[in-house]
């Protein structure tokens, strides 16, 4: 199945996260074609045009408004075309897991629904060295078109993992002695006061809602974010960036590297 990606900084990245030495069929998994508006001529797009041919890319010039039939956004004047990216299963952790020479770091959205907060947490994973993200299958939302825009590439570095029993799969994690660590705002702990050094999973629910009760009873460990102002709790993506980058702090002050 053909799935789009559109914008510049989404096109850009997928373009870039192409190898050189990439095999014709590894490169046409990703894009199969660029189209590009043929109304634009500036050098933002005659850099992705020429990026694409750098990457043995098909690039059409097409109007306007095939690029408006192609996407539901702003694309920017380029929409590129390839299969749709492959979510992976849950036999897919173990592998990861016993392929990992440092500590895991794991990031996992309880219920996130929302295209926009899933491609920001991609996007926040890929910088903080987030070695996978794992999901539910039922009420999150999967790498859709928008996932793929807002997550600027991250889509294609970081892992998807989408599993059938999100509990089941934290006791799994257990096995592995990774730290299952859970944000929940009316506990006592803050993130701050927590030790993150370790084999570490982070989880975070929805905003508003927050955990849902089994994933909450499966966590070794709830911890916060201290709020100093008026509002009840942040959105899930600001909350996992904040989340990750400390501890990607204590990591990098204990000497392990991110990712």
């Not at 199945?1 to 850009?12: E, L, N, S, T």
């Not at 173990?94 to 392929?99: G, P, Y």
Request: proline letters at 3%; hydrophobic letters at 40%.
């Amino acid at each position: 199945m053909d799935q789009i990606i559109f914008g510049i900084h989404a096109v850009k990245s997928a373009l870039n996260y192409l190898s050189a030495s990439a095999s014709e069929e590894q490169g046409e998994a990703l894009i199969k074609v660029l189209y590009v508006d043929r109304g634009r001529k500036d050098n933002r797009i005659n850099a992705i045009v020429e990026l694409a041919r750098k990457k043995s890319v098909k690039v059409t010039f097409v109007e306007r408004k095939n690029l408006d039939t192609l996407c539901q956004g702003n694309h920017q004047g380029v929409v590129a075309q390839g299969n749709t990216p492959k979510v992976k299963s849950e036999s897919y952790l173990d592998e990861l897991l016993q392929s990992l020479e440092g500590p895991p770091f794991l990031l996992i959205l309880d219920g996130v629904q929302d295209p926009h907060n899933l491609g920001a947490c991609l996007r926040t994973a890929d910088a903080a060295g987030v070695h996978a993200i794992i999901v539910p299958k039922d009420r999150s939302v999967s790498l859709t078109p928008v996932v793929r825009k807002v997550a600027c590439g991250a889509d294609q570095s970081v892992p998807l993992i989408q599993v059938t029993n999100l509990s089941r799969t934290l006791k799994l994690l257990k096995n592995y002695q990774i730290w299952v660590v859970g944000t929940a705002g009316e506990t006592e702990a803050t993130l701050y006061s927590s030790d993150l050094r370790g084999p570490l999973a982070l989880v975070m629910g929805t905003e508003g809602r927050g955990m849902r009760r089994l994933t909450r009873e499966n966590c070794d460990m709830l911890v916060k974010i201290p709020m100093f102002g008026s509002v009840e709790s942040l959105n899930v993506s600001v909350a996992t960036g904040i989340s990750l980058y400390e501890a990607v702090r204590q990591r990098e002050a204990a000497g392990l590297s991110a990712g």
